[in-house]
């Protein structure tokens, strides 16, 4: 890379991760790569569902100037004392597995994209708090989709609910969430409270084509958990 577009892209990579810096207290490399714009926030979001094998494949420049950028991004945080720190990736599956960034799974590239630089002047306490929101297993997602007709990947059902696979659409019993009960969206207590009993829960979304995004529904709940959740509501009231 010749002198000028390094410099080009050393402005780049430090913009964007200041803007990451300044809004979170921390900022990692695929703030930085969707910053300067070679990484697409749907793909991120596609691969963090367990859509995509590898998040390497949807950067959109060549090998050679992701670690360009990467070495840029990593001297700017030395430079001004930030404190690295590895964070767990995992999918948005029941299965929870471990998000690759690499097509090959090269541990020094998956402890590159694994570490989170956090501001040197919090203290210890938050980043404790930040080290635990970053590390804290994502929710999972089901759809409630608007074609009643879709098929299950696996097994070739369907049914009210599916939730995203890399090889397409699964059916609840495949994914193993059909021992969940539906709560609709309403009751803003009694959903925090089914939350906090439940060991296992899944947030429920549909396409809303006049708003063009997804929207909750509700939850996809274990039984028991609502059941107790419900027999609080009642004594509190």
Same mark, same amino acid.
């Given at each position: 890379?010749?002198?000028?577009?390094?410099?080009?892209?050393?402005?780049?990579?430090?913009?964007?991760?200041?803007?990451?810096?300044?809004?979170?207290?921390?900022? *990692? +490399?695929? &703030?930085?790569?969707?910053?300067?714009?070679?990484?697409?926030? $749907?793909?991120?979001?596609?691969?963090?569902?367990?859509?995509? /094998?590898?998040?390497?494949?949807?950067?959109?420049?060549?090998?050679?100037?992701?670690?360009? #950028?990467?070495? !840029?991004?990593? *001297?700017?945080?030395?430079?001004?004392?930030?404190?690295?720190?590895?964070?767990?990736?995992?999918?948005?599956?029941?299965?929870?597995?471990?998000? %690759?960034? *690499?097509?090959?799974? /090269?541990? #020094?590239?998956?402890?590159?994209?694994?570490?989170?630089?956090? *501001?040197?002047?919090?203290?210890? %306490?938050?980043?404790?708090? !930040? #080290?635990?929101?970053?590390?804290? #297993?994502?929710?999972?997602?089901?759809?409630?989709?608007?074609? /009643?007709?879709?098929?299950?990947?696996?097994?070739?059902?369907?049914?009210?609910?599916?939730?995203?696979?890399?090889?397409? +659409?699964?059916?609840?019993?495949?994914?193993?969430?059909?021992? !969940?009960?539906? !709560? +609709?969206?309403? &009751?803003?207590?009694?959903?925090?409270?089914?939350?906090?009993?439940? $060991?296992?829960?899944?947030?429920?979304?549909?396409?809303?084509?006049? %708003?063009?995004?997804?929207?909750?529904?509700?939850?996809?709940?274990?039984?028991?958990?609502?059941?107790?959740?419900?027999? &609080?509501?009642?004594?509190?009231?």
């Amino acid at each position: 890379m010749n002198p000028e577009n390094r410099r080009n892209l050393r402005e780049r990579v430090i913009k964007a991760a200041e803007a990451a810096l300044a809004a979170r207290n921390e900022v *990692s +490399p695929i &703030d930085v790569l969707v910053g300067i714009g070679w990484l697409d926030p $749907g793909a991120v979001n596609r691969w963090r569902q367990g859509q995509a /094998d590898c998040l390497e494949g949807a950067v959109q420049t060549r090998p050679d100037r992701i670690a360009e #950028a990467m070495n !840029l991004f990593h *001297s700017w945080a030395a430079d001004k004392g930030l404190v690295p720190r590895q964070t767990a990736y995992v999918a948005q599956q029941p299965r929870r597995q471990t998000l %690759r960034f *690499s097509a090959n799974g /090269d541990p #020094a590239i998956e402890t590159l994209y694994r570490t989170h630089w956090v *501001s040197g002047e919090l203290s210890e %306490r938050k980043r404790e708090r !930040l #080290a635990e929101k970053a590390n804290r #297993a994502p929710e999972l997602v089901v759809i409630e989709p608007l074609n /009643d007709e879709w098929k299950c990947h696996r097994c070739g059902g369907s049914g009210n609910f599916l939730i995203m696979e890399n090889p397409g +659409p699964a059916c609840l019993r495949c994914a193993g969430l059909d021992d !969940l009960e539906f !709560l +609709p969206a309403g &009751d803003a207590l009694l959903t925090r409270r089914a939350k906090a009993k439940a $060991g296992r829960y899944a947030v429920v979304v549909r396409f809303s084509h006049s %708003r063009r995004r997804y929207e909750r529904q509700g939850l996809l709940i274990e039984p028991q958990a609502l059941a107790q959740a419900q027999r &609080d509501v009642r004594r509190a009231q």
